[in-house]
């Protein structure tokens, strides 16, 4: 038992959480209630330095500058304990964090073991499949502030550094990756962007695995094998000459290369991109979104026991 002890104290479980574009860290506030509702041992750290158009610098400034953050928290830390940790990202903060883990000096420490990595409705195929209309007000604004906006476009090359073999490399440590995608009402991003499959979400309707959790959210597991068609099922715009193609082609592989849990979620709610983290700010209301909150809660908590 005097063992058990020493180890316990010798060990933290860390939560690092990355909200997305122009968000904050309190866009989490419900998920971590509902974390430290089960088990307040659990250490939870997030900026707030890059926060709202603070995200309009691009992935990987945004990123930069949470790596440094990150560092300063947890290098003193790791000299003197084991960290087990798992990185969770909403939106745009999953690209983050996908950028970050190259940047860290804490992800390559010895004391450091990345249990988990999850992304809650992140582009990792960019926004430029979805409405022409959103495209482009994207455009616009990506042309006169965002550096970010232009990105997710694929108008840079930004997305393509996100899938080298250094970042691949980087997020197979993980021991587990997670991807929740929203099946309807995602206005910002697509559910084969957020979930890394091919064809309609519709059809995971019909897995049996599927949860009901108080008739607002549905969660269907998939373990969908890789298709070898990809382009022609891909709901994308094309350019023509075939540029984005190869590019979204060539992340989708990089990415699918690994191994995935991908999640389709439903709301009742036309904000399903915010609500899917509860966010409870500009008059949306927080607990349409608890059901996914609790949900995500206990995943990080089945992720610390199972690998303990």
Excluded at 15 to 23: A, F, K, P, R, Y
Excluded at 57 to 76: F, H, Q, R
Excluded at 84 to 95: A, D, P, Q
Excluded at 224 to 241: I, T
Aim: hydrophobic content about 40%; aromatic content about 10%.
């Amino acid at each position: 038992l005097k063992l058990q002890f020493l180890y316990f104290i010798g060990t933290m479980e860390l939560v690092v959480l990355q909200h997305g574009s122009h968000g904050e860290y309190a866009d989490f506030k419900t998920v971590i209630e509902e974390l430290k509702a089960r088990r307040e041992d659990i250490v939870v750290w997030g900026s707030d330095t890059c926060k709202w158009l603070g995200t309009d610098k691009g992935v990987s400034a945004v990123a930069e500058i949470v790596a440094k953050e990150l560092d300063a928290y947890l290098l003193p830390i790791l000299e003197e304990k084991q960290v087990r940790v798992c990185f969770i990202g909403h939106s745009m903060g999953g690209l983050i964090i996908r950028s970050l883990i190259t940047k860290t000096v804490s992800f390559t420490h010895t004391n450091f073991t990345p249990l988990m990595y999850m992304s809650i409705a992140t582009p990792h195929l960019g926004i430029r499949h979805l409405n022409p209309l959103v495209q482009c007000a994207a455009w616009v604004f990506g042309k006169l502030w965002s550096t970010t906006c232009l990105q997710l476009l694929q108008y840079t090359h930004a997305m393509m550094e996100l899938v080298d073999d250094n970042h691949i490399a980087q997020l197979a440590k993980f021991r587990t990756r997670v991807a929740f995608a929203n099946l309807n009402r995602d206005h910002l991003v697509g559910f084969n962007s957020a979930a890394l499959v091919t064809g309609s979400g519709e059809m995971l309707e019909d897995d049996p695995t599927c949860t009901l959790l108080k008739n607002t959210m549905k969660l269907t597991r998939s373990s969908q094998p890789r298709e070898q068609d990809f382009l022609s099922s891909f709901p994308m715009f094309n350019d023509g000459d075939g540029t984005y193609a190869t590019k979204v082609g060539c992340q989708f592989e990089a990415l699918r290369s690994l191994e995935w849990n991908m999640t389709g979620v439903r709301i009742n709610s036309h904000l399903s991109h915010h609500h899917i983290i509860a966010i409870g700010t500009w008059g949306r209301n927080p607990e349409t979104g608890r059901p996914c909150a609790l949900h995500f809660a206990e995943r990080i908590i089945e992720v610390f026991d199972s690998e303990g």
